[in-house]
């Protein structure tokens, strides 16, 4: 029981290194809340065991090479003497030079800050999985629901066809009622949601539940409005130019 349940959390420990939002679907005998401070620790300490070694091996580097500089310095103007300034600086600028300029310290830092970030994070009860991990994930993700909805548009675009300008008919003729008239838009109208105030030269007017039909083989939004002449308050607006009437009787509406 004790082994299986060690392999359980060694296994949970790897699983949070996932983005958060696929934890659901993983087994829930996973530890994975618990485990992700742990597997925090962890990459704390991997980064400490990386860090150090490499950081005092490069100041060794850093150093001897500003020691050969002042030598060299030396040989060939005598008069130069020894700063030992410029060797201090040199090995002061030496944890900045290997955090900053070298693979070891990128690694560094990324395994030091990723960890106590995800250390904090578990332990205040919010935890998240690698930031490398998540960060490429939500791209993805994002690229995706863009490709969908790039793809949902197109498609859309293709049954309502060319762009035609809006026109007006009458509710009767639109099959609407408890209206003064409609809109047919052939492209759906940002904001236009039920509730809106639709401002025009002609007045106020408050826009009923929007509808979407096919007419002659071609799909359409309908846009209900209602002279706007109670005192109920305009929480939001729109402001749109009302196409030209028709002469003569409204066109009749054939829906399929």
């Not at 949970?12 to 696929?22: F, G, K, Q, T």
């Not at 500089?69 to 600086?89: C, F, H, I, N």
């Not at 293709?158 to 609407?176: F, M």
């Amino acid at each position: 029981m004790a082994v299986r349940d060690a392999l359980a959390f060694v296994a949970a420990m790897a699983a949070s290194l996932l983005p958060s939002r696929h934890w659901p679907r993983l087994p829930a005998a996973l530890p994975l809340e618990s485990a992700a401070f742990a597997a925090g620790l962890a990459t704390f300490f991997l980064g400490a065991a990386i860090g150090i070694p490499g950081f005092l091996a490069h100041a060794h580097a850093t150093t001897a090479l500003g020691i050969d500089a002042q030598l060299r310095t030396a040989m060939t103007d005598p008069g130069a003497g020894y700063s030992q300034g410029m060797v201090q600086g040199f090995a002061g600028l030496s944890i900045f030079t290997f955090l900053l300029l070298t693979p070891k310290g990128w690694v560094t830092l990324y395994c030091v800050i990723g960890g106590g970030l995800r250390m904090g994070a578990a332990w205040f009860g919010d935890p998240f999985g690698d930031p490398m991990l998540t960060g490429a994930d939500d791209l993805l993700r994002r690229a995706r629901a863009r490709r969908r909805a790039h793809t949902t548009q197109a498609a859309r675009e293709a049954l309502e066809g060319p762009e035609v300008p809006d026109r007006i008919v009458s509710s009767a003729a639109a099959g609407i009622g408890n209206c003064d008239f409609v809109i047919v838009a052939a492209r759906r109208k940002p904001d236009w949601e039920r509730g809106v105030a639709v401002f025009t030269r002609d007045g106020c007017y408050r826009l009923g539940e929007p509808v979407e039909r096919t007419i002659a083989g071609r799909l359409r939004m309908l846009y209900p409005l209602t002279a706007h002449n109670d005192l109920e308050a305009i929480r939001r607006r729109v402001n749109y130019d009302l196409p030209a009437t028709p002469k003569g009787p409204p066109p009749h509406v054939h829906v399929s």
